[in-house]
């Protein structure tokens, strides 16, 4: 029988697909064999996520800004094998399991977002996105067979590892080293470049808890900075605001001319599909069928925002006083704080065995700089 090659059964060949996707962020490929995280990614509430812009009206300032929450939620993931291969390496106990759930919670992690992220989640649902997110994660969970047991504990934070779930959402996580390089990778603004491969070698466990390395204390700095800047430079960036308030404004007009428009009640039975069918296509479609509305306010706004015909904003200090709010102008305001006390502060890890907060640590961001709070007041208005 020699020089005979037999071809490998069906069932064999399946188990051994894999795929394999270039991501221009990392200037590189990732590779996926696992079948259950492969049957994730084809779910249809997963591939949705190609059409959620990951930065919402941001492409309206940033031409490049078209990335979305699915290429996100994939980086996310290239992050995450990358760090778990790391944390091995220094001779952290982490099972092909845990490997396995921690991979599944960093790829969900963002799945219930709604059309333009956090734009429309104060008037479609209210219901935060991370709570949407479970409630899928469980429903996936159920239609698989409780594959994704571990992941829902580790994304809830119940699983007895911490530091997986600090992989997953932290101040130092896999989500935010993703968005960080990759919203600054399409929007040319270099503010947001971080030392990512750095960083990650740098990771550490001590106490059950995810810690830096005492080499990797400059990177953490750089990263805390970097996510400061990107906020005002991008995420708040004063017209990316007067879109999100022209688009809020849309919705909000089109559900008091009828309650039906885009309504979903988190109670309903049906709620999850029906939530899931909506992404950012079905908002502009909308926007644009409504610019013929025979509501004049309904149809000057949507026109407006087909045209990018954006309202005038300022920024300021101190809150807008007397200003009558009406669909084409108000008032608002804004608050960032780049590190926060309240939850688990970044740990750097010294040779010794001590380990410290960064707020103790570094020496270029005392505890005054990282609780500080810039608030800006705005205030939006139609230009003449």
């Known amino acids: ?50 059409r959620i812009k990951q930065l919402g009206l941001t ?10 929450r699915f290429s996100h939620m994939l980086g996310a993931l290239n992050l995450m094998k990358r760090a778990l291969d790391v944390l091995k390496l220094k001779g952290v106990e982490i099972t092909d399991d845990e490997c396995r759930g921690a991979k599944l919670a960093i790829l969900l992690h963002d799945i219930g977002h709604g059309p333009f992220s956090h734009t429309s989640e104060r008037v479609l649902v209210d219901v935060p996105h991370e709570e949407i997110t479970l409630l899928m994660m469980q429903r996936i969970n159920d239609e698989m067979g409780g594959a994704l047991n571990m992941a829902i504990d580790i994304f809830s934070n119940t699983y007895h590892k911490h530091f997986l779930h600090q992989l997953v959402s932290s101040q130092l996580d896999m989500d935010r080293l993703d968005y960080l390089g990759r919203d600054s990778f399409f929007t040319g603004v270099s503010e947001g470049i971080v030392g990512t491969d750095r960083i990650i070698s740098m990771l550490n466990v001590h106490d059950d808890e995810l810690v ?12 805390i900075i970097s996510r400061r800047l990107m906020y005002w430079q991008v995420y708040m960036h004063k017209t990316v605001i007067a879109a999100d308030q022209l688009l809020l404004n849309i919705l909000r007009r089109a559900r008091e001319l009828d309650s039906t428009v885009f309504h979903f009640d988190p109670l309903a039975p049906d709620f999850l599909d029906r939530f899931a069918e909506v992404d950012d296509d079905d908002i502009m479609v909308a926007v644009k069928h409504w610019q013929q509305s025979d509501d004049e306010i309904l149809g ?9 015909r954006l309202p005038a904003i300022q920024f300021s200090n101190s809150p807008f ?11 608002g305001k804004l608050a960032n704080r780049s590190y926060d006390f309240n939850d688990q502060e970044i740990k750097v890890l010294y ?9 103790e640590a ?6 005054h700089f990282l609780e500080k709070q810039v608030t800006k007041y705005f205030h939006y208005y139609p230009k003449k």
Request: charged share 25%.
């Open 321 to 331: 006083l007397d200003v009558c709010p009406t669909y084409y102008e108000g008032t």
């Open 212 to 223: 830096i390395d005492e080499k990797g204390i400059y990177s953490v700095e750089k990263f």
């Open 300 to 308: 000057t706004l949507c026109k407006n925002m087909v045209n990018r």
């Open 1 to 50: 029988m020699t020089g005979i090659h037999c071809r490998p059964p069906k069932n064999s060949r399946m188990m051994l697909k894999r795929k394999i996707i270039n991501d221009p962020v990392y200037d590189g490929f990732l590779s996926v064999d696992d079948p259950v995280l492969l049957k994730v990614i084809e779910h249809p509430w997963f591939q949705r996520q190609r």
């Open 351 to 359: 040779k010794d065995g001590c380990c410290l907060p960064i707020s």
């Open 362 to 367: 570094s020496d270029q961001l005392d505890r």
């Open 59 to 68: 492409c309206l300032v940033y031409p490049g800004a078209m990335h979305t």
